[in-house]
């Protein structure tokens, strides 16, 4: 079915046993909440280990980093990847194919809030 026959047909959307009359509502059942698009662009560019991404996510703590990429795996947005052969235990996370296509929204949102930063507020320099 094509995308217009789509829309003039109005159906419901069942993402992980939620239903959905809107796209936008289907779609932020994947990457909504506060943390989950945010570790999903610091994932963008590569595969990053989890301490990498628990510094480069600041203010996440570590059980939520821990339970954002349980989820993104199960949602197909991450993969997990463990390395046993020699300690220590080291395990990479990357985008799947899903999870790329989401890259250039993710960009499109994060150029949006710089331009929010130069509009609406200001850019705090540490030195």
Known sequence: ME???L????????INGKI???PTSAAMELIGG???SVILIHLADDKKRYNELRKEVEGITERTLSLQ?????????????????????KVEYALTEFGQ??????????DWGLYAAET????????
């Open 120 to 127: 609406k507020g200001e850019f705090l320099i540490e030195e």
């Open 34 to 36: 506060k943390w989950k």
């Open 101 to 110: 296509s989401l890259v250039p929204i993710l960009e499109s949102i994060r």
């Open 69 to 89: 990429l349980k989820k993104l795996e199960l949602d197909g947005l991450v993969t997990r990847k463990v390395f046993t052969k020699k300690p220590p235990l």
């Open 7 to 14: 829309f003039e047909k109005k159906p419901k959307i069942k």
């Open 3 to 5: 995308r217009k026959e």
């Open 20 to 22: 959905s009359s809107c």
